[in-house]
Structure formats: structure tokens, C-alpha cells
């Protein structure tokens, strides 16, 4: 099946700086998306990006699909940043898998 | 509008005991999913319903799990026999369909003692 790797597993942040994470799948998708995993377990759509770019406030994600990866940028972190980024990739005919996460602390 | 329900958010059960999860999925939404999320890992995935039939049941661990959407709506999770390997949070999803955007419940934390 698909493989979903994510980096940096950790990443320690002072409040205002910016931060790039990535997510690479080994297979061509038709589906990825973004999650941000709150304190309290609740996954939160951040972004459905199979292809392209998009932007939502201090958020932005670029998958590029013929190079098989995404980039999740933060800018301007906050501490309701905190928390666990996931990575979630579905490919024709295959499940939906999701990556290890990338654990963010951003510190005040 | 409402988003995706789970009930119970917590349940805790004896080893041996059978278990059921609700998860109530947005309205009008046909695809299903069911995950498990062990601590300090991502959701894995369970089963996938398009409207009542169970799709892909492939991440079933074993015949101890079982789920059903009998009106294409509501589904519900059993576990037979429960063991202690069992305990994990147990995630529902929903989507238009398969290969659109998945919404998640806030999960059901499994506890067996």
C-alpha cells in the first residue's frame, strides 16, 4: 500500500516564527489532506489539497502530486498552534493512510 | 451545521465484554470511515462504507470486529471479547464520497481493563 512519511517528527517554535513541514507519499493520490490534532484529540481540517496551492490565514499548503509530496506552512505561529499535524493521503482503489505527524510546540 | 457524533466519547469495559460505538456521520453524506488511533500514532484505518455496504473492511484486525450501517446513515462499531489491546480511540469519518474531504468525530476513547 502507500507509504506517508512526514519531517521533522518534532518541532520546537518561539511564538511569532514560521515553520515548514512536510509530507511525503510513495504513490500517486487523489486525495490529501491536512489535520491539526487538538490538546483534546479532535482532528480539525485544515486543508484538502490533492493538487495545488491554497491559503487560509497564517496557513498555507503546496502539493505538488508529480513529485509525490505537500508542504503545510505556518507563519506568524501562535500557541494554539500546539499540537500534532497529520498528514492523510488516498489513492485509487486504496485506503485512506495517514503519516506519523509532525508534533509542534510553540512556545510563548 | 452539525458535524460528525460519536457516542459514548468514553467507555470503559472488562476484558471479555462486547462493545458498541455510534458514530452519527454528516447529513447527506454516503462514505463512512471507521479508524483506530493508538497513543502517539496516526488513525489507521478500520472499514469504509458507501451507503450501507461495507466497501473495504480490510483494516478489521479480526473477526472480533464487526460494523454495520444497516439505513445508510448511522453506524455502529462492535467488539466481541473485548481484550486489553483493544484500547485505543476509536475515530469515524465522513465524506460526499470516496476521494472527497473526510470530516472526523471527536472519537470514542476505548479503555479494557
Known amino acids: 500500500g502507500i507509504q506517508v512519511e512526514q519531517s521533522p517528527p518534532d518541532l520546537i517554535l518561539q511564538e511569532g516564527a514560521n515553520s515548514t513541514l512536510r509530507c511525503n507519499f510513495s504513490?500517486?493520490?487523489?486525495?490529501l489532506q491536512w489535520f491539526h490534532q487538538n490538546p483534546w484529540g479532535q482532528l480539525i481540517n485544515l486543508f484538502y489539497?490533492?493538487?495545488g496551492t491554497k491559503q487560509n490565514g497564517r496557513l498555507s499548503a503546496t502539493t505538488v502530486a508529480t513529485e509525490r509530496y505537500s508542504l503545510l506552512y505556518i507563519s506568524s505561529s501562535q500557541t494554539t498552534d500546539s499540537g500534532v499535524y497529520f498528514c492523510?493521503?488516498?489513492?485509487?482503489?486504496?485506503?485512506?493512510?495517514f503519516g506519523p505527524g509532525t508534533r509542534l510546540s510553540v512556545l510563548p | 451545521g452539525a458535524g460528525v457524533s460519536q457516542t459514548p466519547s468514553n467507555k470503559v469495559t472488562e476484558k471479555g465484554k462486547y462493545v458498541e460505538l455510534r458514530c452519527d456521520p454528516i447529513?447527506?453524506?454516503?462514505?463512512l470511515y471507521w479508524y483506530r488511533q493508538s497513543l502517539g500514532q496516526g488513525p489507521e484505518f478500520l472499514i469504509y462504507?458507501?451507503?450501507?455496504?461495507?466497501?473495504?473492511d480490510s483494516g478489521l484486525p479480526n473477526d472480533r470486529f464487526f460494523a454495520v450501517r444497516p439505513e445508510g446513515s448511522v453506524s455502529t462499531l462492535k467488539i466481541q471479547r473485548t481484550e486489553r489491546g483493544d484500547s485505543a480511540v476509536y475515530l469515524c469519518?465522513?465524506?460526499?464520497?470516496?476521494?472527497?474531504?473526510?470530516?472526523f468525530g471527536p472519537g470514542t476513547r476505548l479503555t479494557v481493563t
Open positions: 469519518a465522513s465524506s460526499l464520497g470516496s476521494g472527497w474531504e473526510q470530516y
Open positions: 504513490d500517486s493520490v487523489n486525495n
Open positions: 489539497i490533492p493538487s
Open positions: 492523510a493521503v488516498g489513492s485509487y482503489g486504496q485506503n485512506f493512510v
Open positions: 447529513s447527506g453524506h454516503t462514505a
Open positions: 462504507f458507501q451507503g450501507t455496504g461495507a466497501a473495504d
